[in-house]
C-alpha cells in the first residue's frame, strides 16, 4: 500500500486523485477521473518504428462510448507504423495501459493522455512490438533469476536559440550554471514540473557542460535525470520527457535536440543508463558495503554484448561522432569506479552517508535512519537516437547473460581499469581493450553476429534484428569520421539532417 506521504509528494493528479498508486489503476477509475474532472478529450499514445510517441484522439460523447475506448481499444494500420509490417494485412490493435494515464499539460481543451500496447488480429500481443519486446525480456529475466531489474536514464539535450550578449555562455563550461548564466533554466525547470505530473520519478535537472555560441545562435545543453523504477517504467519515462521537453522547446520558440552530436570538438549528448538489480526490496548491487559479485556479473554480461547493444542504443551516424576520444564519453569496452573514460562506470553509492550528514549538521541531534543503498551501475554508450524498448530489452538480455556466464566474474577481472584510459600516460598501464563500433554499418554486423542471444526464446522476433540490421546499414556510413574529415560544410550538414532524433 502507498504511503500517505508518498500521495501528498506525488505530482500526478491521478494518483492524488484515487489516493493509490497508479500500477493499481483500473478502467472504472479512468472513467470516474473523466467525469469528475470534466475531461472532454482522450488521446492514446504509442510508439512506432522512429521511437517518437503517436497520438489518436478521441472525443467521447457518452459513457457507454468511452467504456468502448477504454476497453477494446482501436485499430490502427500498422504498416503506416511499422516498416516490416505488409499493407496486405496490416491492421493492429492498440490497448490503454491504465497505469500510465496522466493529464496534458498543455491543451487548452481538458484532455487525459494514456499510453498504449499494440495486439494482432487474434488479441494478442504482437510479437514485434517494441513495448511486448521489453515486457518478454523482462518477464524471463525475473523468472530465471528472481531479481527485478531497476533503470533510469540521464536525459541531455541541447537547446538552440538566437543569440544573446547579455550574459554570453562560456564556451564548454556551462556544468550547473545558474541564471542568467544558463539561459533556459526556466524552461529545465518547467519540464521538471510537467514531467513529474505526468508520472516521472524525477532526481534533479541542471545545466550541463555544452554550451557555445556559433554563427549568430546559442546552444545551451542541460540534463533530466531520474529515479529507479522498473525498467519499463523507466523507458515510458523517457518517452514522455522527451515529448514533454519538446513541446515545451515550441512555446519557448527554440529548438530542442537530443541528437548525440550538435558540432565537432563540443560536448555531444548522451542518455546514459543506471541500472540495479533488486530482489525482496534490497539493491543487490552491494555485498559488505562493496560491489556484489551480482553487480560484476551483470556488467560482464553487459560488456560482453556491448558492441552489439550500440544498433539499438547508437542508431544514426553522428552517434559514432560522439563515441571518441577526450570527450567523455566510451570508445573501449571496460568498466571502472568513479571513471568517466569506460564504458560502464561504477558511481558512487553513498556509502556512509550518516557520517556526512551529522558531520555537516553537528547541531540535529536527530538520530538518522541508515538508507537502503543507492548504487547502480552506468552504461555510458546510448544516446538520444535510441531505440528505447529495444535497448532496455537488450539490456536485460545481456544481464542474464552474465548472471549465467560461467566466467563472467573473470571477464569482470580483465575488462576493469582504474585509470583515465585517454591519457597518453597511462599508456604503460592501459590493457588492451577492444574498441565499440565506430559506424552504424558495423554496429549492424557486430549485432548479426551475437543475434542468436537477442533471439532467444522469441523474445526479439527475427524481422525485428534484420529490420534493425537494414536500417543501420542503409546509412552506408562504414568510415565516416574519415570520410569527414575537415569538411566541415558536410559535417554541418549530416548534423541537421539527424537533429531531431526519434
Known amino acids: 500500500m502507498i504511503k500517505n506521504n508518498d500521495i501528498l509528494l506525488n505530482r500526478n493528479e491521478l494518483v492524488q486523485f484515487f489516493k493509490k498508486p497508479a500500477k493499481d489503476f483500473t478502467r472504472d477509475d479512468i472513467i470516474k477521473f473523466i467525469e469528475a474532472k470534466g475531461i472532454s478529450m482522450l488521446n492514446f499514445r504509442y510508439v512506432a518504428d522512429d521511437g517518437r510517441l503517436r497520438s489518436l484522439n478521441f472525443v467521447p460523447f457518452s459513457r457507454d462510448h468511452l467504456e468502448s475506448i477504454l476497453t477494446a481499444g482501436e485499430r490502427v494500420d500498422g504498416s503506416s507504423l ?20 496522466f493529464v496534458n499539460p498543455f491543451t487548452e481543451i481538458p484532455t487525459l493522455e494514456i499510453l498504449c500496447s499494440f495486439y494482432n488480429n487474434d488479441g494478442k500481443p504482437f510479437e514485434s512490438a517494441p513495448e511486448y519486446i521489453l515486457r518478454k525480456a523482462y518477464t524471463r529475466f525475473m523468472k530465471k533469476t528472481g531479481f527485478k531489474f531497476k533503470a533510469f536514464g540521464e536525459l541531455e539535450y541541447y537547446i538552440k536559440s538566437c543569440h544573446d550578449d547579455l550574459y554570453p555562455l562560456v564556451d564548454q563550461a556551462g556544468y550547473h550554471q545558474s541564471k542568467p548564466f544558463a539561459k533556459f533554466e526556466n524552461l529545465r525547470i518547467e519540464a521538471l514540473e510537467l514531467c513529474a505530473k505526468a508520472g516521472c520519478r524525477i532526481k534533479y535537472g541542471h545545466s550541463e557542460v555544452g554550451s557555445f555560441s556559433k554563427e549568430g545562435e546559442d546552444f545551451e545543453q542541460h540534463e533530466i535525470e531520474f529515479l529507479p523504477v522498473e525498467i519499463d517504467e523507466a523507458v515510458d519515462q523517457l518517452l514522455i520527457a522527451k515529448w514533454i521537453i519538446r513541446i515545451l522547446g515550441s512555446e519557448y520558440g527554440v529548438e530542442i535536440s537530443f541528437a ?46 556491448s558492441k552489439s547493444l550500440t544498433a539499438f542504443g547508437n542508431t544514426i551516424p553522428t552517434s559514432y561522432l560522439r563515441l571518441v576520444p577526450h570527450q567523455e564519453a566510451p570508445t573501449n569496452i571496460c568498466w571502472g569506479d568513479r571513471n568517466r573514460s569506460v564504458l560502464i562506470r561504477v558511481p558512487l553509492g553513498w556509502n556512509g552517508a550518516m557520517n556526512m550528514i551529522k558531520d555537516a549538521n553537528p547541531a540535529d541531534a536527530t538520530e538518522f535512519r541508515d538508507m537502503p543503498s543507492k548504487q547502480t551501475v552506468e552504461l555510458r554508450s546510448p544516446d538520444g ?49 577492444e574498441a565499440l563500433p565506430s559506424s552504424c554499418w558495423e ?45 566541415n560544410e558536410e559535417i554541418s550538414a549530416l548534423v541537421r539532417k539527424y537533429l531531431h532524433c526519434s
Open 82 to 101: 511499422f516498416s516490416f509490417i505488409g499493407s496486405g494485412s496490416s491492421d493492429l490493435y492498440i490497448i490503454p495501459r491504465y497505469r500510465t494515464a
Open 260 to 305: 548525440p552530436k550538435i558540432t565537432l570538438g563540443k560536448a555531444g549528448s548522451g542518455m546514459h543508463i543506471h541500472m540495479m538489480l533488486e530482489r525482496d526490496g534490497v539493491n543487490m548491487m552491494v555485498e559488505n558495503g562493496k560491489l556484489s559479485d551480482v553487480a560484476k556479473k551483470m556488467m560482464a554480461g553487459i560488456l560482453d554484448l
Open 385 to 433: 537516437s535510441a531505440d528505447i524498448h529495444k535497448l532496455f530489452a537488450g539490456l536485460v538480455i545481456a544481464a542474464e547473460h552474465g548472471l549465467e556466464m560461467e566466467n563472467a566474474l573473470e571477464k569482470a577481472g580483465e575488462l576493469y581499469v582504474d585509470y583515465n584510459i585517454f591519457q597518453e600516460n597511462s599508456v604503460s598501464k592501459k590493457k588492451k581493450l
Open 443 to 487: 554496429s549492424a554486423e557486430c549485432l548479426l553476429a551475437r543475434r542468436d542471444y537477442f533471439e532467444k526464446d522469441g523474445v526479439f522476433p527475427s524481422g525485428v534484428i534484420d529490420n534493425v540490421v537494414s536500417k543501420l546499414k542503409a546509412f552506408d556510413d562504414k568510415g565516416l569520421s574519415e570520410k569527414l574529415y575537415n569538411k
